[in-house]
């Protein structure tokens, strides 16, 4: 699978709405049949930072989402909340789903 990290710094006056100016591009590509998962979180550091964690089935996917409609709308209406160009991470990766951490393993209580 194609797996991305992204951190985006948004304009203060936007930080608290992102979410709502991002749902569009958000549930479209969440529709998309090649995207495994797309989650934002906004950090408990800093307020106007939000973490895009995606992932895509693979090269054809992530293809597909960058070529699609929605991407391209969302790279025109996007921008002029952030405060500064998205910084990414961009993996391959042998797997299809999240792993388990076992280091941190949770065993069933009673």
């Known amino acids: 699978m194609i797996f991305i990290t992204a951190k985006f710094r948004i304009r203060p006056e936007y930080a608290d709405r992102w979410p709502e100016i991002a749902a569009d591009f958000t549930a479209a590509t ?53 405060a500064e160009t998205p910084r990414i991470v961009n993996a391959t990766v042998p797997q299809d789903d999240w792993s388990l951490l076992g280091e941190m393993s949770v065993s069933e209580q009673e």
């Open 30 to 82: 969440r529709a998309e049949p090649g995207c495994l998962w797309f989650d934002w979180s906004r950090s408990v550091e800093d307020t106007s930072e939000y973490v895009l964690v995606e992932a895509f089935r693979d090269d054809e996917a992530g293809a597909a989402h960058v070529q699609s409609e929605h991407f391209k709308a969302a790279q025109r209406t996007l921008p002029p909340h952030l």
